[in-house]
T-cell receptor, first 111, second 115 residues
Framework: QKEVEQDPGPLSVPEGAIVSLNCTYS??????FMWYRQYSRKGPELLMY????GNKEDGRFTAQVDKSSKYISLFIRDSQPSDSATYLC???????????FGTGTRLKVLA | KAGVTQTPRYLIKTRGQQVTLSCSPI?????VSWYQQTPGQGLQFLFE???????NKGNFPGRFSGRQFSNSRSEMNVSTLELGDSALYLC??????????????FGQGTRLTVV
C-alpha cells in the first residue's frame, strides 16, 4: 500500500463548478501538506501549503487537513477551463526533508 | 524574485552515456531537492542538499549522484544511462533553516530522453 493515495481521475466538471480533490495517507507523522498544480510538460506550481490540521483559503482555493482521518482536500470554487491540469498532493513529517507525493489527479474543466 | 531555474530544459542521450543537470534555487534558499517524475511512478525523491551536505537520499541506484555548491546551486549526475532513466527531472528549493520548514518551489524540469 502506498503512503499517499490519490485518485488519478480524470475528473471532468463544467465551468463554474466546485471541484473537490482528495488524498488519503497512512503515516500519522505527516505534518506538512502541500497542493501543486502541474500543466502538461511543466514543473509543479505550488498552490497551497498547510501545517498540521485545519483549513486555509487563498482566493478560489481552500485546503483542508483532517489528521484524525488522515485525509486532505483541495476545493476549487468557480472552476475555469484554465484550471484544467494535474493536481498533486505532497506531505512529510516534521524534521525530514523528503516530500511524499500522490500520483496526481487529472482535472478537466469544460467550457 | 527569480524562481528555480533548471538547465538544460531538454536532453537526448544514448544508453551508456552520462549526463549532468543543473539547478539554481530561489535566492536565499539553501535547501535543494531533486525528484524524478515518470508517468508510471509519479514523483520519486532522489536526494536533498543543504549547505553543500546531502541530508537525505531516496531509493535510487548509485548511478544517480548530486552535489551542491557554496552558492546553493546544485547539480545531479546520472552515469551509465539506461532507457528507464528517461523522465522529467525536477529540482525544488526551500528556505529550511534553523529548524524552520517551508514550502518547496519547483523548477520547470529537465526532460531527459535516453535512446
Amino acid at each position: 500500500q502506498k503512503e499517499v493515495e490519490q485518485d488519478p481521475g480524470p475528473l471532468s466538471v463544467p465551468e463554474g463548478a466546485i471541484v473537490s480533490l482528495n488524498c488519503t495517507y497512512s503515516n500519522s507523522a505527516f505534518q506538512y501538506f502541500m497542493w501543486y498544480r502541474q500543466y502538461s510538460r511543466k514543473g509543479p506550481e505550488l498552490l497551497m501549503y498547510t501545517y498540521s490540521s485545519g483549513n486555509k483559503e487563498d482566493g478560489r482555493f481552500t485546503a483542508q487537513v483532517d489528521k484524525s482521518s488522515k485525509y486532505i482536500s483541495l476545493f476549487i470554487r468557480d472552476s475555469q477551463p484554465s484550471d484544467s491540469a494535474t493536481y498533486l498532493c505532497a506531505m512529510k513529517p516534521g524534521g525530514t526533508y523528503k516530500y511524499i507525493f500522490g500520483t496526481g489527479t487529472r482535472l478537466k474543466v469544460l467550457a | 524574485k527569480a524562481g528555480v531555474t533548471q538547465t538544460p530544459r531538454y536532453l537526448i542521450k544514448t544508453r551508456g552515456q552520462q549526463v549532468t543537470l543543473s539547478c539554481s534555487p530561489i535566492s536565499g534558499h539553501r535547501s535543494v531537492s531533486w525528484y524524478q517524475q515518470t508517468p508510471g511512478q509519479g514523483l520519486q525523491f532522489l536526494f536533498e542538499y543543504f549547505s553543500e551536505t546531502q541530508r537525505n537520499k531516496g531509493n535510487f541506484p548509485g548511478r544517480f549522484s548530486g552535489r551542491q555548491f557554496s552558492n546553493s546551486r546544485s547539480e545531479m549526475n546520472v552515469s551509465t544511462l539506461e532507457l528507464g532513466d528517461s523522465a522529467l527531472y525536477l529540482c525544488a528549493s526551500s528556505f529550511s533553516q534553523g529548524g524552520v520548514d517551508t514550502e518547496a518551489f519547483f523548477g520547470q524540469g529537465t526532460r531527459l530522453t535516453v535512446v
